[in-house]
Protein backbone atom coordinates (compact mmCIF):
# COMPACT_ATOMS: atom_id res chain seq x y z
CA UNK A 1 0.00 0.00 0.00
CA UNK A 2 1.72 3.16 -1.06
CA UNK A 3 1.48 5.67 1.98
CA UNK A 4 2.58 8.38 -0.62
CA UNK A 5 1.35 9.59 -4.14
CA UNK A 6 2.41 11.51 -6.88
CA UNK A 7 -0.27 10.69 -9.51
CA UNK A 8 1.13 12.73 -11.81
CA UNK A 9 4.34 11.27 -13.59
CA UNK A 10 5.52 14.28 -15.86
CA UNK A 11 4.61 17.95 -16.16
CA UNK A 12 5.73 20.03 -18.84
CA UNK A 13 5.74 23.58 -18.27
CA UNK A 14 6.77 26.82 -19.93
CA UNK A 15 10.21 28.31 -18.37
CA UNK A 16 8.78 31.88 -16.04
CA UNK A 17 5.61 30.30 -15.53
CA UNK A 18 4.62 28.28 -12.17
CA UNK A 19 4.84 24.43 -11.61
CA UNK A 20 2.75 22.79 -9.50
CA UNK A 21 3.50 19.84 -7.92
CA UNK A 22 1.09 17.65 -6.05
CA UNK A 23 1.54 14.64 -3.50
CA UNK A 24 -0.93 12.93 -1.69
CA UNK A 25 -0.43 10.81 1.41
CA UNK A 26 -2.59 8.27 3.83
CA UNK A 27 -1.24 8.16 6.97
CA UNK A 28 -2.53 10.59 9.35
CA UNK A 29 0.74 10.20 11.73
CA UNK A 30 2.87 11.67 9.29
CA UNK A 31 4.51 15.18 10.50
CA UNK A 32 7.08 15.99 8.37
CA UNK A 33 7.42 16.56 4.49
CA UNK A 34 10.03 17.06 2.05
CA UNK A 35 10.79 17.64 -1.48
CA UNK A 36 13.95 16.59 -3.30
CA UNK A 37 15.10 17.24 -6.68
CA UNK A 38 16.50 14.23 -8.41
CA UNK A 39 18.96 14.14 -12.09
CA UNK A 40 19.42 11.63 -13.67
CA UNK A 41 22.83 9.38 -12.28
CA UNK A 42 23.11 11.54 -9.00
CA UNK A 43 21.82 11.48 -5.36
CA UNK A 44 18.17 13.27 -4.74
CA UNK A 45 18.98 16.95 -3.17
CA UNK A 46 17.08 18.55 -0.39
CA UNK A 47 15.22 21.39 -1.63
CA UNK A 48 12.23 21.79 1.04
CA UNK A 49 10.20 20.83 4.12
CA UNK A 50 7.44 21.44 5.95
CA UNK A 51 6.38 20.57 9.63
CA UNK A 52 2.47 19.72 9.62
CA UNK A 53 2.02 22.55 12.53
CA UNK A 54 2.54 24.75 9.23
CA UNK A 55 0.61 24.92 6.04
CA UNK A 56 3.00 27.18 4.10
CA UNK A 57 6.73 27.06 3.93
CA UNK A 58 8.94 29.44 1.25
CA UNK A 59 12.32 29.28 0.23
CA UNK A 60 13.29 31.82 -2.57
CA UNK A 61 11.59 30.40 -6.16
CA UNK A 62 10.07 27.07 -3.79
CA UNK A 63 6.62 27.07 -1.67
CA UNK A 64 5.26 24.23 -0.26
CA UNK A 65 1.55 24.02 0.98
CA UNK A 66 0.27 21.43 3.34
CA UNK A 67 -3.64 20.36 3.36
CA UNK A 68 -3.31 18.38 6.52
CA UNK A 69 -7.57 17.63 5.97
CA UNK A 70 -7.01 16.82 2.70
CA UNK A 71 -3.65 15.01 3.11
CA UNK A 72 -2.69 16.76 0.34
CA UNK A 73 0.83 19.20 -0.12
CA UNK A 74 2.06 20.63 -3.32
CA UNK A 75 5.28 22.18 -4.48
CA UNK A 76 5.44 25.38 -6.29
CA UNK A 77 8.24 26.88 -8.27
CA UNK A 78 7.58 29.87 -9.48
CA UNK A 79 9.39 31.43 -11.93
CA UNK A 80 10.17 27.79 -13.54
CA UNK A 81 13.26 28.20 -14.89
CA UNK A 82 15.43 25.10 -17.22
CA UNK A 83 17.36 24.38 -14.76
CA UNK A 84 14.65 23.34 -12.41
CA UNK A 85 14.43 20.31 -15.14
CA UNK A 86 14.56 16.99 -12.76
CA UNK A 87 12.58 14.51 -10.90
CA UNK A 88 10.87 15.59 -8.01
CA UNK A 89 9.92 13.21 -5.08
CA UNK A 90 8.05 14.12 -1.95
CA UNK A 91 8.76 12.36 1.03
CA UNK A 92 7.42 11.85 4.78
CA UNK A 93 7.95 10.76 8.04
CA UNK A 94 6.31 10.47 11.43
CA UNK A 95 5.17 8.52 14.58
CA UNK A 96 8.66 9.04 15.95
CA UNK A 97 10.73 7.82 13.25
CA UNK A 98 13.31 9.50 10.73
CA UNK A 99 12.50 6.82 8.31
CA UNK A 100 10.94 8.81 5.03
CA UNK A 101 8.84 7.40 3.06
CA UNK A 102 8.97 8.42 -0.81
CA UNK A 103 6.62 8.71 -3.55
CA UNK A 104 7.35 8.04 -6.98
CA UNK A 105 8.72 11.09 -8.26
CA UNK A 106 7.44 13.27 -10.81
CA UNK A 107 9.42 14.02 -14.17
CA UNK A 108 9.52 18.15 -14.49
CA UNK A 109 10.22 19.49 -17.91
CA UNK A 110 10.63 23.15 -18.31
CA UNK A 111 10.99 24.34 -22.08
CA UNK A 112 12.09 27.45 -22.84
CA UNK B 1 35.36 18.68 1.50
CA UNK B 2 32.73 17.10 3.10
CA UNK B 3 30.19 14.27 2.01
CA UNK B 4 28.99 11.05 1.25
CA UNK B 5 31.18 8.79 -0.78
CA UNK B 6 29.73 5.68 -2.54
CA UNK B 7 31.77 3.80 -4.57
CA UNK B 8 31.95 2.46 -7.25
CA UNK B 9 29.70 4.41 -9.44
CA UNK B 10 28.88 1.09 -11.78
CA UNK B 11 29.15 -2.57 -10.57
CA UNK B 12 28.58 -5.72 -12.56
CA UNK B 13 27.40 -8.92 -10.43
CA UNK B 14 27.13 -12.46 -11.60
CA UNK B 15 24.78 -15.09 -11.38
CA UNK B 16 25.01 -16.55 -7.55
CA UNK B 17 28.19 -13.55 -6.71
CA UNK B 18 27.69 -11.31 -3.50
CA UNK B 19 28.66 -7.62 -4.05
CA UNK B 20 29.14 -5.21 -1.47
CA UNK B 21 28.49 -1.39 -2.22
CA UNK B 22 30.50 1.32 -0.53
CA UNK B 23 28.92 4.34 1.49
CA UNK B 24 31.30 6.52 3.69
CA UNK B 25 30.88 10.21 5.14
CA UNK B 26 32.73 12.31 6.48
CA UNK B 27 29.61 14.65 7.96
CA UNK B 28 30.18 13.11 11.09
CA UNK B 29 26.39 11.95 10.98
CA UNK B 30 25.16 9.52 13.35
CA UNK B 31 22.26 8.16 11.15
CA UNK B 32 23.00 6.49 7.73
CA UNK B 33 20.66 4.39 5.75
CA UNK B 34 20.57 2.33 2.25
CA UNK B 35 17.60 2.92 -0.35
CA UNK B 36 17.04 1.40 -3.79
CA UNK B 37 15.51 3.24 -6.54
CA UNK B 38 13.55 1.09 -9.46
CA UNK B 39 12.22 2.94 -12.82
CA UNK B 40 9.03 4.86 -12.20
CA UNK B 41 9.35 4.00 -9.09
CA UNK B 42 10.16 5.88 -5.44
CA UNK B 43 12.95 5.14 -3.26
CA UNK B 44 12.51 2.22 -1.16
CA UNK B 45 14.29 1.73 2.45
CA UNK B 46 16.79 -1.75 2.34
CA UNK B 47 18.33 -0.79 6.01
CA UNK B 48 19.49 1.73 8.34
CA UNK B 49 21.72 2.47 10.99
CA UNK B 50 21.33 5.24 13.78
CA UNK B 51 24.25 4.36 15.91
CA UNK B 52 27.64 2.55 15.38
CA UNK B 53 26.92 -1.31 16.12
CA UNK B 54 23.38 -1.55 15.87
CA UNK B 55 21.06 -1.41 12.32
CA UNK B 56 17.41 -1.80 11.34
CA UNK B 57 15.72 -3.86 8.00
CA UNK B 58 13.66 -0.91 6.03
CA UNK B 59 11.01 -2.17 4.04
CA UNK B 60 13.01 -4.68 1.56
CA UNK B 61 15.99 -5.85 3.36
CA UNK B 62 15.56 -9.48 2.21
CA UNK B 63 18.24 -10.90 0.41
CA UNK B 64 20.66 -7.43 1.86
CA UNK B 65 23.20 -7.23 4.60
CA UNK B 66 24.91 -4.51 5.86
CA UNK B 67 27.32 -4.16 9.01
CA UNK B 68 28.06 -0.61 11.04
CA UNK B 69 31.39 -1.00 12.44
CA UNK B 70 32.56 2.66 12.29
CA UNK B 71 30.49 5.77 12.77
CA UNK B 72 32.00 6.93 8.46
CA UNK B 73 30.91 3.63 7.19
CA UNK B 74 27.97 1.72 6.72
CA UNK B 75 28.54 -0.61 3.58
CA UNK B 76 26.15 -2.96 1.82
CA UNK B 77 26.85 -6.59 0.83
CA UNK B 78 23.62 -7.45 -2.06
CA UNK B 79 24.02 -11.55 -1.78
CA UNK B 80 22.66 -13.99 -4.23
CA UNK B 81 19.54 -14.61 -2.27
CA UNK B 82 18.46 -10.85 -3.77
CA UNK B 83 16.94 -12.52 -6.91
CA UNK B 84 16.35 -8.78 -8.83
CA UNK B 85 19.19 -6.87 -7.45
CA UNK B 86 19.16 -4.54 -10.90
CA UNK B 87 18.77 -1.28 -9.50
CA UNK B 88 20.47 2.48 -8.23
CA UNK B 89 21.79 1.76 -4.91
CA UNK B 90 21.38 5.29 -2.78
CA UNK B 91 23.30 5.98 0.51
CA UNK B 92 22.35 8.73 2.87
CA UNK B 93 23.06 9.82 6.33
CA UNK B 94 21.80 12.44 8.30
CA UNK B 95 22.00 14.06 12.28
CA UNK B 96 18.77 14.80 14.62
CA UNK B 97 15.79 15.93 12.86
CA UNK B 98 17.67 17.31 9.59
CA UNK B 99 17.04 16.14 6.11
CA UNK B 100 18.63 13.35 4.82
CA UNK B 101 21.53 14.02 2.38
CA UNK B 102 22.15 11.41 -0.09
CA UNK B 103 25.33 10.37 -1.56
CA UNK B 104 25.66 9.95 -5.82
CA UNK B 105 24.46 6.39 -6.10
CA UNK B 106 26.09 2.87 -7.50
CA UNK B 107 24.14 1.59 -10.17
CA UNK B 108 24.33 -2.41 -9.91
CA UNK B 109 23.85 -4.19 -12.69
CA UNK B 110 23.54 -8.23 -14.09
CA UNK B 111 26.00 -9.87 -16.42
Known amino acids: DQQVKQNSPSLSVQEGRISILNCDYT??????FLWYKKYPAEGPTFLIS?????DKNEDGRFTVFLNKSAKHLSLHIVPSQPGDSAVYFC???????????FGTGTRLQVFP | DGGITQSPKYLFRKEGQNVTLSCEQNLNHDAMYWYRQDPGQGLRLIYYSQIVNDFQKGDIAEGYSVSREKKESFPLTVTSAQKNPTAFYLC??????????FGDGTRLSIL
Open chain 1, 91 to 101: AASGDNTDKLI
Open chain 1, 50 to 54: ISSIK
Open chain 1, 27 to 32: NSMFDY
Open chain 2, 92 to 101: ATNWGSQPQH
